[in-house]
């Protein structure tokens, strides 16, 4: 059994900063990607950012320049350092792994997902 559990989340200005982290646990035998989606109301799951295990990132349009994803493969946790925030940032922001486990090959995990609210 994997978990994910994202922390970090709220309410913030716009050009304020978060730092949401999503720690994984379990029975975990690897982490391969690790990366953040986010879902606005109304709107389709996006991808925002991912890492690999080596350290290649890759961030959509809209947020490059601004969040950065780091991950610390110790901890077995990823973070999204989001910076000079804009309203339209506002979204649940779900953590996702590409893991194995002592039970089950390379899958897809999620967590719960953590608000961000960017308004004034």
């Known amino acids: 059994q994997v978990q994910l559990v994202e922390s970090g989340g709220g309410l913030v200005q716009p050009g304020g900063s978060l730092r949401l982290s999503c720690a994984a646990s379990g029975s975990i035998l690897t982490i391969n990607r690790m990366g953040w989606y986010r879902q606005a109301p109304g709107k389709e799951r996006e991808l925002v950012a991912a890492i690999t295990g080596g350290g290649s990132t890759n961030y959509a349009d809209s947020v490059k320049g601004r969040f950065t994803i780091s991950r610390d493969n110790a901890k077995n946790t990823v973070y999204l350092q989001m910076n000079s925030l804009k309203p339209e940032d506002t979204a649940v922001y779900y953590c996702?792994?590409?893991?194995?486990?002592?039970?089950?090959?390379?899958?897809?995990?999620w967590g719960k997902g953590t608000l961000v609210t960017v308004s004034p």
């Open positions: 996702n792994g590409y893991i194995s486990s002592m039970w089950l090959d390379f899958m897809d995990y």
